[in-house]
Every structure is written in structure tokens, then in C-alpha cells.
């Protein structure tokens, strides 16, 4: 009987997210306004080349160095990490339901959704795919792990400004009460209230 590699069951996570994302992107409303084809190419291709520095195993000099030990421990930790980030991506897709969409954009019928991760932070899908990240970082252990985490922070946060632009236009104040009693890419478990 052949066992899985550590490196395959961290790869596990990232395959059944590809394949929800592929299965519930059939099921969206239709665009009714999206971001410039411009700036959707450079969230791209920062991404690529991060999910390329963390996942293909490229010859890249110091990048290649170690920053945490090649143990186990680490490397079931980082399994760990990523299962948690995944899921949180997955739950906030679910929860954003037909109003997803790769791009930023507004669907039609556009709801501001506010349940689930959404209740606690505004790119909740962006976080979990940060966290998994940072797991598949830590598994890797190498310097090109904590580059591409840091590419995919930058990207992530510049693409969830886009589109804090374009729902602060859509819905107003009831946005704007909504960014106050959440957290950017991190939960905020307080209200300025408290």
C-alpha cells in the first residue's frame, strides 16, 4: 500500500478548492459592472508568480534557503494551517453564493452579505487563502514561501480596495456601517461602539 506524501496532503486542500471554485462559478448572477481589464491583470499576475514561487519547485538561488527546520512537526503544522485557510475560503464562497465572481465586480441583484465569515471580516476568501498560504509557507520552508505570502497579501489587499470602491458606491452607508464593525482581512471581534 502506498502512502501519501506530506507534500501531497498538503496539495489536497488546494484541489478541492480548485474544484469548488470550478463547480459553483457555473452558478453566478450576471455582471452588471467590473473592474478595468487593467487592473485584473496585474492582481493576476502577482498572484501567479507567487502561487509559482510557493508551489513549483524552481531552482532560485537564495530563495531556496530554509527559514524553519526540515521536521516533520513543521510540516504537519503546515498542513494544518492550510486545511483551516482553505476551509474559511470555501465557507465564505459558499456563503457569498451567486454574488462571487473572480473579478471585482457587481452581479445583478447584487446583496451586501453579511453572515457567516462575512459577519466578522469583509475578504474573508482572501484571508483563508492567505492562511492556507501561510501554511503551504511553512511546510515549504523556504524563503520563496514567506515572498509569495507577502506578494499575495499585497495583491489581495489592493484587489479587496477595488471592490470596498466599488460596494461603497453600490450600497452607502449601509456599507459604510458594515466597514465599521468588521475587520479588512482580519476578523474584528469588537464594534468601535465598545
Not at 489536497?12 to 481589464?37: C, D, G, H, M, Q
Not at 511553512?138 to 484587489?159: D, N, Q
Request: aromatic share 14%; with cysteine.
Amino acid at each position: 500500500m502506498r502512502h501519501l506524501t506530506l507534500w501531497q496532503l498538503e496539495m489536497i486542500p488546494w484541489w478541492i478548492f480548485a474544484a469548488y471554485w470550478l463547480i459553483t462559478a457555473l452558478r453566478v448572477n450576471r455582471t452588471k459592472e467590473r473592474e478595468k481589464s487593467a487592473d485584473r491583470l496585474a492582481t493576476v499576475v502577482v498572484v501567479v508568480v507567487a502561487y509559482e514561487l510557493l508551489f513549483a519547485h524552481w531552482r532560485l538561488g537564495a530563495l531556496d534557503l530554509r527559514f524553519l527546520p526540515d521536521t516533520e512537526w513543521f510540516a504537519w503544522a503546515g498542513i494544518a494551517i492550510t486545511w483551516v485557510g482553505v476551509a474559511v475560503a470555501i465557507w465564505a464562497r459558499y456563503c457569498l453564493g451567486v454574488y462571487w465572481s473572480a473579478r471585482v465586480t457587481l452581479k445583478e441583484g447584487h446583496q451586501l452579505i453579511c453572515s457567516g465569515p462575512y459577519a466578522y471580516v469583509r475578504h474573508p476568501i482572501y484571508t483563508g487563502m492567505l492562511v492556507g498560504c501561510i501554511g503551504a509557507a511553512v511546510v515549504v520552508g523556504e524563503w520563496r514561501g514567506i515572498v509569495a505570502v507577502i506578494l499575495l497579501l499585497l495583491a489581495h489587499s489592493r484587489k479587496a480596495m477595488r471592490e470596498e470602491s466599488l460596494l461603497k458606491r453600490e450600497f452607502g452607508e449601509e456599507y459604510a456601517a458594515y466597514r465599521r464593525r468588521t475587520g479588512f482581512l482580519f476578523p474584528k471581534f469588537w464594534s468601535r461602539a465598545a
